[in-house]
């Protein structure tokens, strides 16, 4: 029996009623792994020795007779971005090469604490910056569905692996889409949960007011489970929110019975593939059919997200990244003083992409330049935050595309930034306002290749999002 | 030319909570390199700093203290500069909403007092240490970082250039380290750095109102450095100007050997701190009720602590002054006066033989061998005249050496006052007969010669005698 | 051209970078093209809006003042590129801070 492509919760069955082992489960995912990873390349590390051990851990609970939770023995993965102890941890960046944290984020801990077992660490875009992997200070990664494509990014490895059956799920982190993109780019799904839902302690940071940790799963009901296992306050991370957790299972109901979605119109304008638009559409007549109310609605600052996410976001990085001076961890380039070290060890070691952002970010924070970009930035922020509040008064749900086009040719974006960074249009206004947002598979283009709607919820009402996800799933 | 100086303080003071500001680490001083640290103070990938409760409360103690006033919405920022000492390579700190500003303090120097302005307090972290392998940083190879350090709470107190002479910057800061014992805030221990200036000084001709260019001195630790320095710089200054100079705007280093300040660096790049807001921590709120609150939990400051010992005991105001200018002082002459002792009497001892003896020990109030009960005792006992004031020296001396109660030591060593009027004219016939000149001279007219004898009588008594009696009993028979 | 070449030098000093002399025209190239592009925002009266810092309203997260383990020092010092004696260790240090 193949294991490898199956959910969380169907694999939780058969563990648990004994039909397979964790053992059995592991080592099914590792040739797999091995199989396919020469082509696909999702991981940075991989972590066999521990994933056998926690499995035996596992089977030996099961043989016990005990019960076991819904990710215990599930093989999992992690975005190289968020730190494991003993495991090293890059960024898939050159200066973290050899970067072995002390300590475990969060989020981590608390998979771990569950028996999940860690199959390893995660390809990405240097640092989270990009939306291809093709940023990865080691390589690329391939899309499954095809490997000439993009997978997305900058949680590519963690979505790349879901969909080409590397793991059942795994962690991704979302920054302005990094979760939602790559999810929409590979058909699986991702979830970007409300800032402060999942603690951010441990999440090499990108951009503060904006990162957020997520799943990417095979269907929404493992979404729910993954979410179950990873929200909630955290006393090491201030911004956590100590607002109740829900068991998200419980939203897994398919009902979207009086459920009023909002269309805005700004994201069916320039730019938008015409294949995706039409995917778009029928989703929202699918919902309609099923219940919802579709209401036209207008988020008049769209236009201008793009533009205040790539103030904010490389201004916060900028200073995020300033610890990487090769003096306490991670890689030195040796100079003649402290100075040249710092300047060579970053020179070096940085990738392109991640320099570019640095230096908007310090040129938007620099004296002179302040107020004109990063304050106007703060500003416009407000604006884009209001639209949303405005348009929570009259609808619960606000459906998108999550990308203006599917998965793009690897290669096809790299000298031009600016084109790359206008892929984001859809995703990034989520991040700005702190929202919670999934993206879900809805069928292929005619090259065969996934789609994706996105679903933006209020401020911590996953529940909302993950009810009609799931009620557009089983209703395939 | 006549100038006028422009001096300005940036004060540094260390706090003294348990932990560091934004991690659980003991702030403990003097602990072995590197031993204090974890992944949050050494800046490691992915760590979020946490608001230490009580960093925020001091500094508000402190800006209350100050008569500053609360910014309701305070919060932390990114000072961003490049320094080994430095994990993240920013100092977290505040910027444009520091948790207190415009406050005053009233200072005395030379009889006169006068206010400095606060411009503002906001909380900090302190970075960490290097230690260079040369005697200097420039001739070091290499340096090597503790980060011990790193982290523990500061608050930077900000004031007006409101001083005009070293005297005066010295009793600011004197005044602040008074505030901030009595408030019980900060250990104030310069020696071990939880409390240093960066000192600005300007000339102006004496009647401008313009500001001159000023150069900063920074991390002094010492209130001698702190005038010596300040001293120099004002000298300096004025020679560049008379000789037709301009002052150039720099950081100096105050060279405690050679009595000099020297320019560290022209800024080519001046530092471009590019602040910013720190996302990672939330803004701190703060009620009406909250700041009430604070403020009545603020114990007597030394302004009101002084004017209650002139107004309650006749204190002068230079001892009063003196006596508050400590917190433990202050509740070592409270105990003093609480255990039976003349107000007075109190001062006196704790300014004189009390506060020379603890220098001579290099000890602190708090540690003095002879507590406060016990001086009150020995002041009783002069009051009531069981021992003469000059005897009460040598029963001081023996108390500080000894625990005993000075009851003890007065009987132990025989030091009771001789008041039996037979006795001591035992001891006056025989000092009239062994003395016939000044006698003669005495009778003669020459009161001085009085004197001399006196001292016969209290020699031979070992200084036992009432001195009072004896003048009395000497005069008398002198005179019969 | 909304960023010079001293620009460039200025922000990447601060940034403790170096731009090889064979990469500055296409780095004034690309910044410039996102400078431009971010210039539409100068387009918006935000005169009456205040900035936002963090992506939902917080306030007043503290921690107690109760010490916690430290780290154990090899662990601190396990990933320094150089280090001494308990320390870390760093070639020479010019200025003072």
Same mark, same amino acid.
């Given at each position: 029996?193949?294991?490898y492509?199956?959910?969380a919760?169907? *694999?939780h069955?058969l563990?648990q009623?004994?039909?397979?082992s964790?053992?059995?489960l592991?080592?099914?995912i590792f040739?797999?792994i091995?199989?396919v990873?020469?082509?696909i390349?999702?991981y940075l590390t ?8 926690t499995?035996?851990?596992?089977d030996?609970k099961i043989?016990?007779g005990e019960?076991i939770?819904p990710?215990?023995g599930?093989?999992c993965?992690i975005?190289d971005?968020i730190?494991t102890?003993?495991?090293?941890t890059?960024?898939?960046?050159k200066i973290?090469?050899n $970067?072995?944290p002390p300590?475990?984020?969060t989020?981590?801990a608390k998979?771990a604490a ?7 660490k995660?390809n990405?875009d240097?640092f989270?910056?990009?939306?291809s992997t093709?940023? =990865?200070?080691?390589?690329?990664t391939h899309n499954?569905?095809?490997?000439e494509r993009?997978?997305?990014g900058?949680s590519g490895g963690s ?6 059956g590397?793991a059942v $799920?795994?962690l991704?982190s979302?920054t302005?889409g990094s979760?939602?993109?790559p999810? =929409? ?5 991702? $979830?970007?949960p409300?800032?402060?839902r999942?603690s951010?302690y441990?999440?090499? !940071?990108?951009a503060?007011? *904006?990162?957020?940790?997520?799943p ?5 009901t493992?979404? !729910?489970?993954?979410?179950?296992a990873?929200?909630?306050l955290d006393?090491?991370?201030s ?7 829900p068991?998200?299972?419980?939203s ?7 459920l ?5 119109k700004?994201? $069916?304008?320039?730019g938008?593939d015409?294949?995706?638009e039409?995917a778009?559409?029928n989703?929202?007549k ?8 579709i209401i ?8 201008y997200a793009i533009s205040t996410?790539?103030l904010i ?7 995020n990244l ?6 306490s961890?991670?890689a030195?380039?040796?100079g003649?003083?402290?100075v ?5 060890t970053?020179?070096e070691?940085f990738g392109?992409?991640v ?13 002179g330049?302040?107020d004109?970009?990063?304050?106007k930035? *703060?500003?416009?922020?407000? *604006? ?6 405005? !348009?929570f008064k009259n609808?619960?749900?606000?459906l998108?595309?999550t990308?203006?086009?599917a998965?793009?040719?690897?290669g ?8 790359m960074?206008?892929q984001d ?8 306002a702190g929202l919670?947002?999934?993206s879900v ?19 911590l009402?996953?529940e ?5 996800a799931?009620t ?5 | 030319?006549?100038y006028?100086?422009?001096i300005?303080?940036e004060?540094?003071?260390e706090l003294?909570?348990a932990t560091k500001?934004?991690?659980g ?6 602990a ?5 640290v974890c992944p949050?103070?050494?800046g490691?990938p992915?760590v979020l ?9 001091f500094?508000?103690k402190?800006?209350?203290a100050t008569?500053c006033k ?12 490049y320094?080994?000492?430095l994990?993240?390579n920013?100092?977290?700190s ?9 406050g005053?303090?009233e200072i005395d120097v ?5 206010? /400095?302005?606060?411009?503002?307090i906001?909380?900090?972290e302190?970075?960490?240490k ?23 709470p ?5 004031s007006?250039p409101d001083m ?5 910057a010295?009793a600011?800061?004197?005044?602040i ?10 250990n104030c221990r ?11 000084v300007?000339l102006?001709?004496?009647?401008s109102n313009?500001l001159g260019t000023r ?12 005038e010596d ?5 004002? +000298?300096?200054q004025?020679?560049?100007l008379d000789?037709?100079?301009?002052i150039i ?5 105050w060279?405690p ?5 020297q320019s560290?660096r022209?800024k +080519?790049?001046a530092h471009?701190?590019?602040y910013?807001?720190?996302?990672d921590l939330?803004p701190i709120v703060?009620t009406d009720e909250e ?12 302004d ?6 002139i ?11 003196i006596?508050?200018?400590s917190?433990?002082?202050a509740?070592?002459?409270?105990? /003093? ?5 003349d ?9 004189g033989d009390?506060s020379?003896?603890l ?9 003095s061998? /002879?507590?406060?009960?016990?001086l ?7 009051a009531k ?16 050496k000894s ?5 003890q030591?007065v009987k132990d060593k025989?030091?009771?006052q001789?008041?039996?009027t037979?006795a001591?004219?035992?001891v006056?016939?025989?000092?009239i007969?062994?003395n016939?000149k000044?006698?003669?001279e005495y009778?003669g ?5 009085l004197?001399?004898l ?8 070992k200084?036992?005698?009432n ?10 028979k002198?005179?019969? | ?5 001293q620009?460039i ?6 940034s403790r970078?170096r731009?090889?002399e064979?990469e500055?025209?296409d ?7 996102i400078?431009t592009?971010?210039?539409n925002?100068?387009t918006?009266?935000?005169?009456n809006?205040?900035p ?7 306030q007043?997260?503290f921690?107690?003042?109760?010490v916690?383990?430290?780290l154990d020092r090899?662990?601190?010092?396990s990933?320094?590129p150089?280090k001494e004696d308990?320390?870390?260790?760093v ?7």
């Amino acid at each position: 029996m193949a294991l490898y492509n199956k959910t969380a919760h169907e *694999l939780h069955d058969l563990l648990q009623t004994k039909k397979i082992s964790a053992a059995e489960l592991t080592a099914d995912i590792f040739s797999r792994i091995d199989e396919v990873e020469d082509k696909i390349g999702a991981y940075l590390t991989l972590t066999r020795d521990k994933a056998t051990d926690t499995a035996k851990l596992v089977d030996e609970k099961i043989s016990r007779g005990e019960k076991i939770a819904p990710l215990e023995g599930i093989p999992c993965a992690i975005k190289d971005n968020i730190c494991t102890k003993g495991i090293r941890t890059t960024c898939a960046s050159k200066i973290l090469e050899n $970067f072995i944290p002390p300590y475990d984020a969060t989020a981590y801990a608390k998979l771990a604490a569950q028996n999940s077992i860690i199959v390893g660490k995660l390809n990405l875009d240097e640092f989270a910056m990009g939306g291809s992997t093709e940023n =990865s200070g080691f390589h690329t990664t391939h899309n499954p569905h095809d490997l000439e494509r993009v997978p997305g990014g900058s949680s590519g490895g963690s979505a790349a692996a879901v969909a080409g059956g590397e793991a059942v $799920f795994t962690l991704g982190s979302d920054t302005g889409g990094s979760i939602r993109q790559p999810a =929409s780019f590979c058909g699986v799904v991702g $979830f970007k949960p409300t800032y402060g839902r999942v603690s951010r302690y441990g999440l090499v !940071a990108f951009a503060s007011s *904006l990162d957020q940790i997520g799943p990417l799963t095979r269907d929404v009901t493992d979404c !729910a489970l993954v979410l179950n296992a990873i929200c909630g306050l955290d006393e090491m991370d201030s911004t956590s929110t100590a607002a109740p957790v829900p068991d998200f299972t419980k939203s897994l109901v398919a009902d979207v019975k009086g459920l009023k979605i909002g269309l805005p119109k700004e994201y $069916f304008v320039k730019g938008i593939d015409a294949e995706v638009e039409t995917a778009i559409r029928n989703v929202a007549k699918k919902f309609e059919s099923l219940g919802a109310e579709i209401i036209e609605l207008s988020l008049p600052h769209t236009d201008y997200a793009i533009s205040t996410y790539y103030l904010i976001a490389p201004a916060e990085a900028a200073t995020n990244l300033e610890r990487y001076d090769g003096v306490s961890y991670g890689a030195r380039v040796d100079g003649a003083d402290v100075v040249e070290m710092m300047t060579n060890t970053r020179t070096e070691k940085f990738g392109a992409e991640v320099k570019r952002r640095i230096m908007i970010g310090n040129y938007a924070l620099s004296a002179g330049y302040y107020d004109a970009y990063y304050l106007k930035a *703060l500003k416009v922020r407000t *604006l884009i935050q209001k639209d949303f509040t405005d !348009a929570f008064k009259n609808v619960d749900l606000i459906l998108t595309p999550t990308t203006p086009n599917a998965a793009f040719k690897i290669g096809e974006m790299t000298s031009d930034p600016l084109k790359m960074y206008l892929q984001d249009i859809c995703t990034v206004p989520v991040n700005l306002a702190g929202l919670p947002g999934i993206s879900v598979p809805c069928g292929v283009n005619k090259n065969k290749l996934p789609l994706a709607f996105q679903l933006i919820g209020k401020a911590l009402d996953e529940e909302t999002i993950i009810k009609a996800a799931f009620t557009y799933e089983q209703a395939l | 030319m006549n100038y006028e100086a422009v001096i300005g303080l940036e004060i540094h003071s260390e706090l003294k909570t348990a932990t560091k500001i934004f991690c659980g680490c003991a702030t403990t001083f003097g602990a072995e390199q590197n031993t204090h640290v974890c992944p949050v103070c050494l800046g490691l990938p992915g760590v979020l700093p946490t608001i230490n409760k009580k960093v925020v409360e001091f500094a508000i103690k402190a800006g209350l203290a100050t008569n500053c006033k609360i910014n309701k919405y305070s919060k932390f920022d990114r000072k961003n500069y490049y320094y080994p000492d430095l994990p993240k390579n920013w100092q977290t700190s505040q910027y444009d909403l520091p948790i207190a500003y415009a406050g005053h303090v009233e200072i005395d120097v030379d009889g006169v007092r006068k206010t /400095v302005r606060l411009t503002r307090i906001h909380m900090e972290e302190d970075a960490g240490k290097l230690v260079h392998s040369g005697t200097t940083i420039k001739d070091s190879a290499s340096s090597n970082v503790d980060y011990n350090r790193t982290g523990v709470p500061l608050i930077e107190i900000v004031s007006e250039p409101d001083m005009h002479s070293a005297a005066e910057a010295r009793a600011y800061m004197e005044k602040i380290k008074s505030i901030l014992e009595y408030i019980d805030v900060s250990n104030c221990r310069m020696e071990e750095g939880n409390l240093r200036a960066d000192i600005n000084v300007s000339l102006r001709p004496v009647g401008s109102n313009k500001l001159g260019t000023r150069t900063e001195m920074k991390n002094i630790n010492s209130f001698k450095a702190l005038e010596d320095a300040i001293n120099y710089e004002i +000298e300096r200054q004025a020679e560049v100007l008379d000789d037709g100079g301009t002052i150039i705007q720099e950081t100096r280093t105050w060279n405690p050997e050679k009595g000099i300040t020297q320019s560290m660096r022209s800024k +080519e790049d001046a530092h471009d701190y590019r602040y910013m807001p720190e996302p990672d921590l939330p803004p701190i709120v703060t009620t009406d009720e909250e700041i009430e609150a604070f403020r009545k939990s603020l114990p007597e400051l030394p302004d009101a602590r002084r004017a209650r010992l002139i107004e309650s005991f006749g204190l002068s105001e230079y001892d009063a002054g003196i006596i508050t200018s400590s917190r433990a002082m202050a509740e070592y002459f409270d105990a /003093v006066v609480a255990g039976g002792a003349d107000a007075k009497a109190a001062a006196n001892w704790i300014m004189g033989d009390l506060s020379k003896n603890l220098n001579a020990d290099n000890l602190t109030i708090e540690n003095s061998p /002879v507590d406060a009960k016990r001086l009150a005792e020995m002041i009783q006992l002069i009051a009531k005249g069981t021992i003469s004031g000059k005897i009460a020296k040598t029963v001081f001396a023996e108390m500080w050496k000894s625990p005993a109660p000075p009851t003890q030591i007065v009987k132990d060593k025989g030091l009771v006052q001789i008041t039996d009027t037979g006795a001591i004219e035992g001891v006056i016939d025989e000092v009239i007969a062994k003395n016939p000149k000044a006698v003669e001279e005495y009778r003669g007219g020459k009161k001085k010669a009085l004197g001399a004898l006196v001292g016969q009588v209290m020699k031979l008594t070992k200084g036992k005698a009432n001195p009072q009696l004896v003048n009395q009993l000497l005069a008398k028979k002198l005179e019969a | 051209m909304k960023i010079s070449e001293q620009d460039i030098k200025t922000v990447a000093s601060l940034s403790r970078l170096r731009i090889p002399e064979e990469e500055k025209d296409d780095v004034l190239f690309q910044l410039n093209k996102i400078l431009t592009y971010v210039e539409n925002l100068q387009t918006l009266d935000t005169s009456n809006i205040e900035p936002t810092t963090y992506a939902l309203p917080m306030q007043n997260v503290f921690r107690a003042d109760e010490v916690k383990p430290s780290l154990d020092r090899e662990l601190a010092l396990s990933n320094a590129p150089l280090k001494e004696d308990g320390y870390f260790k760093v070639p020479r240090v010019l200025e003072q801070a």
